[in-house]
């Protein structure tokens, strides 16, 4: 399936499992997404793919999306309905996710949109960054943003 969109169009009409997994538990969205392609990730969400799904790293696609770095694809799976406060096997959050690859405008996006993003969650990554000395640049950027966003009645419950 690797990258076609004819062939995925043609699976989809003949009604297969859109949710059959890999040896790595992912699914045809997982990999639509490692592939950055937008497009089939579209045909896979109308189809009704699970947008849930876990592989063996419990990582689902909006983690996925996050990591890769494609605002389009995490707009079309919130728009979808997936859940944002979701957790990967070392309990990264979708935050952790997007701070972690330096995709800022998910970032902002994410805090700027999504209404279920842990609070508790953005003061871990804030915390984790300062307590590591990470000198990426996010951990100025994630502050700001919050900052920005959020009261701070709700930022430091």
């Keep these: 399936m690797k990258n076609d969109i004819a062939t995925v169009k043609q699976l989809i009409s003949l ?5 059959k997994k890999s040896q790595l538990g992912r699914s045809p969205i997982h990999w639509a997404i490692i592939n950055n392609n937008t497009e089939i990730v579209a045909l896979l969400i109308k189809a009704k793919c699970d947008i849930e799904v876990s592989d063996k790293f419990e990582m689902k696609p909006i983690l996925m999306a996050a990591m890769v770095g494609n605002l389009e694809m995490v707009k079309m799976l919130i728009e979808a309905g997936c859940n944002c406060r979701v957790v990967n096997k070392k309990q990264q959050t979708v935050l952790h996710c997007a701070v972690k690859h330096d995709q800022n ?16 969650a953005v ?17 100025y950027f994630v502050e700001y943003l919050v900052m920005a966003n959020l009261s701070d009645d709700v930022l430091y419950q």
């Design 15 to 19: 009604d297969i499992d859109l949710n």
């Design 105 to 120: 405008e998910i970032l902002a996006y994410l805090l700027d949109n999504v209404t279920d993003i842990d609070i508790n």
């Design 123 to 139: 003061n871990e990554v804030i915390f984790i960054f300062k307590s590591e000395k990470q000198t990426n640049s996010n951990i």
